[in-house]
């Protein structure tokens, strides 16, 4: 099997990709308004804009999920009809997701062929791994054909995504945030991945909220919002501040007023916790640290590794098997999630979908769902429609959630309208401690700003604040004290004053503080 390269001999002065005048609406939407897209040979292409912006919307009309109600795609000069992912496979354009596509029980050989239909009916495995590995050699993407996917990191299940596109011959690669989940040292491996493809004509086009990326990665930049093309721009050309004013319509912010760290009692204790993944496997081994009022203490770590059952063991999603959690000296290990919300606790949670909201229910009603019992949401054991309605107004507008109304189903809103529904609800209903797991995931700069601003407002609200994020600067930013965890252990625990970037990185792939 050998990789079929899309690429054809053409005029360098016509791009190998123009979208031309897209327009794709929704009900009630116009997710996008008349776009125009020109990406070259050799080019990166940065694409900016807030939440609901349409930027998943323009790249899905690109590789065929979504098809136009308007305009044309021309690849390599010559106009085409994208009506299914497999049509866009054909024509060399391919896209890795934030959020990956693989069959954790088949191997990485199995899941790079998967779908291709120019297969015999019995594939030659044997074959297909020899030539993975001559591309993960080429590439410098090193990982095992062999391996099943479940026992690759998170890095190198992106490797595995890349080897996919590689593999299918794909010209045009498409980014979804491409290093939301991977360490500082990882995202320098992948720009120079891309710097390597790119120099040998293959063109990409990258979302990303990341300024820093942008600066660093691309060669040009367009942004989006409400659905038109407002700006594009060559990247040497531009700064953050630029972008990320175009982006949200005024200036941002990139430094917080956060005053200086007065810890006081301590309101969270863990101790030498350890727990189980639904595996069987430790998950968690003899972790310890405290949290204290007037704190922000920081998780920093690559997903995968021990957060998601810490965030869960505490907020009574998910049992431990050894050690104690403690909310102001009360003991609250295995308690159910009532009783941890009794206590007084807010949880962000990491999959906002499965555990953050009801996607059928309305907005007002999913900002509701933690006081509808109390005066005046509940009057004489009635629902209070007008105070509802009231309450959920000035949510909207305290976290500037964009949706059509508040009855609304949230299902229908963007992934990060979604999170700013989260955030109101449990922001506004904290009394002692917040626990907030990737809290700005998948939020545009402005959103982001927004969030920490408010996550500071709690610690100087005298609250206990547990911040689980792989954006070590935003820990470095919001976070007084941060905790690396690595394969369930902590590796270290640091002040976010007198660390770096490079430092928490090194321990995020498993060296220890000092060694």
């Keep these: 099997m050998e990789i079929e390269s899309n690429q054809t001999s053409q005029d360098p002065q016509i791009p190998i990709l123009r979208m031309k005048g897209i327009t794709k609406r929704f009900p009630g939407v116009t997710a996008n308004d008349n776009v125009n897209l020109d990406l070259k040979a050799g080019e990166v292409l940065a694409l900016l804009g807030e939440n609901g912006a349409g930027k998943s919307s323009l790249m899905n009309v690109l590789v065929g999920l979504y098809r136009p109600d308007e305009g044309t795609i021309e690849v390599r000069g010559q106009q085409t009809a994208i009506h299914s992912p497999a049509d866009a496979d054909v024509l060399g354009i391919g896209m890795i997701h934030q959020e990956f596509m693989l069959v954790e029980t088949m191997s990485v050989a199995e899941n790079i062929i998967l779908g291709m239909k120019a297969l015999p009916s019995v594939p030659d495995l044997s074959k297909i791994s020899k030539r993975i590995v001559e591309i993960s050699d080429r590439y410098n993407l090193k990982v095992d054909p062999n391996a099943n996917i479940w026992q690759l990191s998170v890095g190198e299940r992106q490797r595995v995504e890349i080897l996919k596109l590689i593999y299918r011959g794909a010209e045009i690669l498409i980014l979804d945030e491409p290093t939301a989940v991977l360490t500082p040292q990882e995202s320098k491996e992948l720009n120079r991945v891309i710097q390597q493809m790119t120099g040998e004509g293959k063109s990409a086009i990258f979302i990303t909220h990341k300024m820093d990326e942008v600066m660093n990665f691309s060669d ?296």
């Excluded at 054991?381 to 949510?395: H, P, R």
């Design 220 to 515: 040009k930049v367009c942004v989006l919002q409400q659905g038109k093309l407002i700006a594009t721009k060559a990247t040497s050309e531009t700064n953050p501040r630029e972008l990320a004013c175009l982006m949200v319509g005024k200036e941002v912010l990139f430094q917080l007023d956060k005053k200086p760290f007065n810890p006081g009692k301590e309101v969270l204790s863990v101790k030498n916790l350890s727990a189980l993944d639904t595996k069987g496997h430790l998950a968690l081994k003899q972790v310890s640290f405290n949290v204290h009022q007037n704190e922000v203490f920081g998780i920093a770590g690559v997903a995968g590794n021990g957060q998601k059952e810490l965030v869960e063991a505490i907020t009574g999603l998910h049992k431990t098997t050894e050690g104690t959690i403690k909310v102001d000296q009360i003991d609250h290990t295995n308690k159910s999630p009532i009783c941890f919300i009794k206590s007084g606790i807010s949880h962000i949670p990491a999959d906002r979908l499965k555990f953050g909201v009801s996607g059928t229910m309305q907005v007002a009603e999913n900002l509701i769902m933690k006081n509808y019992r109390m005066y005046p949401t509940t009057r004489k054991g009635l629902l209070n429609v007008g105070a509802i309605k009231n309450f959920a107004t000035k949510m909207i507008d305290r976290f500037n959630i964009s949706t059509p109304s508040q009855e609304t189903h949230v299902k229908f809103l963007s992934g990060g309208n979604i999170q700013k529904t989260i955030l109101a609800r449990e922001i506004d209903s904290c009394r002692n401690l917040l626990i907030a797991a990737y809290p700005s995931r998948g939020l545009d700069v402005g959103a982001t700003e927004a969030v920490r601003t408010r996550i500071l407002e709690q610690r100087d609200q005298d609250k206990a604040v547990l911040l689980v994020s792989e954006e070590l600067e935003e820990l470095l930013t919001v976070a007084d004290r941060i905790a690396v965890m690595f394969e369930g252990k902590i590796m270290g625990i640091v002040d976010a004053n007198n660390t770096t970037i490079e430092a928490l990185g090194l321990m995020m792939a498993g060296v220890e503080e000092g060694a």
